[in-house]
Nanobody
Framework: QVQLLESGGGLVEAGGSLRLSCAASGRTFSTTTMGWFRQAPGKEREFVAAGRWQVNTKLYADSVKGRFTISRDNAKNTVYLQMNNLKPEDTAVYYC????????????????????WGQGTQVTVSS
């Protein structure tokens, strides 16, 4: 059974940094697309970042580009989201997601493209 365990969320002041981790168990995900999504209160879930490492393709939402970095450690079966210069509008529950296979670029931003999801970790940025 595949499980994704997220960690690293918390409360931080604007301008601060956090690093989210998502450790996968039950299966090795060395060649699949991994991503991060977030959902703020009263809003729909939105794409944050995703990566296809075999061809070194990384996508970011415009709102986080230049501030967030997605990476992975295959040896640990873990995907990370480094978040710098955080803003109050980044406040949300963050979810990691893993696809069954490597996705084509046009589908990487869609939540429906991902099969496995973490339970979510809260990120709160104070002004």
């Amino acid at each position: 059974q595949v499980q994704l365990l997220e960690s690293g969320g918390g409360l931080v002041e604007a301008g601060g940094s956090l690093r989210l981790s998502c450790a996968a168990s039950g299966r090795t995900f060395s060649t699949t697309t991994m991503g991060w999504f977030r959902q703020a209160p009263g809003k729909e879930r939105e794409f944050v970042a995703a990566g296809r490492w075999q061809v070194n393709t990384k996508l970011y939402a415009d709102s986080v580009k230049g501030r967030f970095t997605i990476s992975r450690d295959n040896a640990k079966n873990t995907v990370y989201l480094q978040m710098n210069n955080l803003k109050p509008e980044d406040t949300a529950v963050y979810y990691c997601a893993i696809a069954e296979n490597n996705l084509i670029v046009s589908t990487m931003r869609k939540g429906s493209s991902y099969r496995y999801w973490g339970q979510g970790t809260q990120v709160t940025v104070s002004s």
